[in-house]
């Protein structure tokens, strides 16, 4: 609620928000628990944002590394990455909106039309 009052506001022009909920689980081995915290993260913290945020706004998803359950450690597994902008209508209409339709390892690699980058690559795909 906080972070929405200064988008609210527009007090800000970026935001970063990491999620150690996810991370966390992972490192226990916990499954039940990181898809329990990944649907909060989703449904209580990333919608309530994007639902604050102004029209021509930009949101990005994607993990700082991945830690997965069987190995309850950080590996070098490759993260999902998803871009969305906000726009007027209720769907989407961009040109580069593809067939993700929403934010998991599955959906991204499926479906998503990023395919592999490097970290380095970010900000100038958000830019597009």
């Known amino acids: 609620a906080r972070l929405a009052s200064f988008v609210e506001k527009d007090l800000v022009d970026f935001v970063f928000l990491?999620?150690?909920?996810?991370?966390?689980?992972?490192?226990?081995?916990?499954?039940?628990?990181?898809?329990?915290?990944?649907?909060?993260?989703?449904?209580?913290?990333?919608?309530?944002?994007?639902?604050?945020?102004?029209?021509?706004?930009?949101?990005?998803?994607?993990?700082?590394?991945?830690?997965?359950?069987?190995?309850?450690?950080?590996?070098?597994?490759?993260?999902?990455?998803?871009?969305?902008?906000?726009?007027q209508s209720s769907v989407a209409t961009s040109a580069n909106h593809d067939g993700a339709l929403y934010f998991s390892e599955a959906s991204c690699e499926l479906y998503g039309s990023l395919g592999r980058f490097h970290g380095d690559q970010m900000l100038t795909i958000l830019k597009r």
Request: zero cysteines; aromatic letters at 2%.
């Open 18 to 87: 990491h999620v150690k909920g996810t991370d966390d689980a992972g490192h226990d081995k916990d499954l039940p628990k990181r898809v329990a915290m990944a649907r909060k993260a989703g449904q209580e913290v990333l919608q309530h944002l994007w639902d604050t945020l102004p029209v021509g706004s930009t949101i990005a998803v994607t993990a700082d590394h991945s830690t997965p359950v069987t190995l309850g450690d950080h590996s070098t597994e490759s993260v999902p990455f998803s871009v969305a902008k906000k726009v």
